[in-house]
Nanobody, 124 residues
């Protein structure tokens, strides 16, 4: 059973940057796809970005490459999400997730293991 713990969230102002981390234990994740999702108040959980075991990355339009960047450090068994130029609409609980294998999709159902989530609030 893998445990995922997110950190790095908080309250920031518009235009600020944050780096979220997701530390994994209980399983070596180098052979698994990982992803970030978020759930804004009153909305469904949505895909933000994913990184395959190969390092290939995919971003949702909401996270537009250049504003968000997903990365992983397999030596630390940790997933990251660098978020720049934050906007109020980025306010959400952010979740990291692990897929079933080296390739996973962009749906919530493609990821069986989840962290508890961390709050990011962007104030104007």
């Amino acid at each position: 059973q893998v445990q995922l713990v997110e950190s790095g969230g908080g309250l920031v102002q518009v235009g600020s940057s944050l780096r979220l981390s997701c530390a994994a234990s209980g399983r070596t994740l180098s052979n698994y796809a990982m992803a970030w999702f978020r759930r804004a108040p009153g909305k469904e959980r949505e895909f933000v970005a994913r990184i395959m075991a190969s390092g290939e990355v995919t971003y949702a339009p909401v996270s537009v490459p250049g504003r968000f960047a997903i990365s992983r450090d397999n030596t630390k068994n940790t997933l990251y999400l660098q978020m720049n130029s934050l906007k109020p609409e980025d306010t959400a609980v952010y979740y990291c997730a692990v897929g079933n294998g080296p390739y996973s999709g962009t749906r919530v159902s493609d990821y069986p293991d989840w962290g508890q989530g961390i709050q990011v609030t962007v104030s104007s």
